[in-house]
């Protein structure tokens, strides 16, 4: 070949190799190199912020991340101001019940397509980058929804992480509550051929629950969970059990569970000295029942968030639970809570790893999908967590719980998910609330359009209600 015409070929494919800029600005619109600049920047990983940052988006990752005038930006990169602004990681669900909830009604009935996809939404409008569905998903749904929100097909929905069915003893069953879902354990046999069907499904993480719901029912038992545990440790999956009661822990932690998806009631040495011994072991927080029975201040007047994404009756309906309770009631509340504040702190010194599990989209109807999360970091704090530790724990630590290894914090080769805040979450956990935009994927989420169309059908829901 001539020279000449090497050249020629040469600064061709240098052209070619140059990506194209286009100004990701708007919604929708994904630039190839993006340098995001002069934001706080909370990384996740419990570092002390930088201030006055520039991190690089290429694609749909992070490629450099440091500090701006320090960092290397490639040339002809868009640049995006956010001076001004703290950027955090997108948050992370590690225990919720998606699908069930649809304004006023809880149940199977609305466990439809789009329901879980409206769920997935809420999630990634309040800046929550993947939600793990606790053992109350059914049929192939959850799976297909799952791979397809992985591929990339729904870009404004968070990742959907499914547990399938759930594995419950007949008694904690009812055809009302969700866990009508689960498979029935009833053997040995039995339990370890349901999670060999879960391994098929390719879920990592198995649900079960060891609740006598206050002395009411038959909780299941240790043979039962022991095999569970077993077979799905086999597969190399993980389990996670709801189970509050400290004797149940300390025999699940005896039996190598994995997750405790919610705070336990009560922490004594003996149970700190357990978690030693099994130091993968992981604790969800999902503090919120309690703390909601005691301190809700978002909800009189509901917090524009709310406002904007809740029905008004839905709202109306959990306002009105508050001053019906006795104060023997508010006692019990504050009790309970009392218990849980101290026990998640104690593990936490105790080098326990805490994620965070909202619950959120739970049968009580009150555990609005999304908002919820914002509300458990402030629970955490109150318990006695540091704003840096808390945001470890929604990021970094339930990443790691999930096995999410390109999300949880922002660093190079992690997918560009990441929440724009206009106040600092350090001063103060609750302006996690204060969110300017939400990028997952390295796309910026188009929240406006996503608060119209929850608008409208709050306008229609309103308009339906008969005059009288
Ligand atoms: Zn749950």
């Not at 100004?23 to 619109?29: D, L, M």
């Not at 006598?212 to 190399?236: C, F, M, Q, S, W």
């Not at 593990?347 to 914002?374: N, R, S």
Request: charged share 20%; hydrophobic share 40%; net charge neutral.
């Amino acid at each position: 070949m001539h020279r000449s015409a090497v050249l020629v070929v040469i600064c061709f494919l240098l052209t070619a190799a140059q990506p194209t800029h286009t100004i990701a600005q708007g919604p929708g619109t994904t630039a190839n190199v993006v340098v995001f600049e002069g934001s706080r920047l909370i990384v996740g990983d419990g570092s002390p912020p930088i201030e006055n940052s520039a991190f690089v988006v290429e694609n749909n990752r992070f490629t450099r991340v440091g500090r701006k005038g320090a960092l290397q930006i490639p040339v002809g990169a868009a640049h995006v101001n956010l001076t001004g602004k703290t950027v955090i990681p997108a948050l992370i669900d590690a225990h919720s019940h998606i699908g069930y909830m649809k304004n006023l009604t809880s149940g199977s009935q609305n466990y439809t397509r789009e329901n879980i996809l409206d769920h997935l939404y809420r999630f990634a409008y309040f800046g929550v980058a993947a939600s793990q569905a606790m053992g109350t998903d059914f049929g192939v749904l959850p799976y297909q929804l799952r791979d397809e929100l992985l591929a990339g097909k729904y870009p404004d929905a968070a990742r959907f992480l499914t547990a399938g069915r759930g594995l419950s003893p007949i008694d904690e069953i009812s055809p009302t509550n969700m866990r009508h879902a689960a498979y029935v354990v009833t053997t040995e046999e039995g339990a370890r051929a349901s999670v060999g069907e879960l391994a098929a499904q390719k879920v990592k993480i198995v649900k079960t629950w060891v609740d006598d719901r206050g002395g009411t029912v038959k909780k299941l038992t240790p043979n039962l969970y022991r095999a569970i545990i077993d077979e799905a440790h086999k597969h190399n999956l993980r389990v996670a059990v709801h189970a509050t009661g400290l004797a149940d822990a300390k025999e699940l932690l005896r039996a190598d569970i994995d997750i405790f998806a919610h705070m336990i009631s009560d922490v004594d040495d003996e149970l700190v000295s357990l978690f030693k011994e099994h130091p993968n072991t992981v604790v969800l927080s999902a503090l919120g029942g309690p703390r909601r029975t005691i301190y809700a201040p978002w909800l009189n007047p509901p917090h524009p968030l709310v406002a904007e994404t809740v029905s008004p009756e839905q709202i109306k309906r959990l306002q009105g639970r508050f001053p019906e309770r006795s104060p023997d009631a508010f006692k019990r509340g504050e009790d309970a809570w009392d218990r849980l504040a101290r026990g998640i702190s104690r593990l936490h010194a105790a080098g326990v790893k805490i994620g965070v599990g909202t619950d959120g989209g739970g049968q009580q109807g009150d555990q609005f999908i999304g908002w919820t999360m914002h509300t458990e970091l402030e629970n955490m704090v109150a318990a006695g967590l540091t704003p840096t530790q808390v945001l470890v724990a929604a990021t970094r630590s339930s990443a790691e719980i999930l096995g999410l290894d390109d999300l949880g914090t922002i660093a190079p080769g992690r997918s560009a998910d990441f929440v724009v805040l206009d106040a600092n979450p350090l001063d103060d956990i609750t302006n996690t609330r204060k969110i300017a935009n939400v990028y997952l994927r390295g796309r910026q989420v188009d929240r406006a359009k996503l608060r119209a169309g929850w608008t409208k059908d709050l306008t229609n829901a309103q308009s339906s209600i008969p005059i009288r």
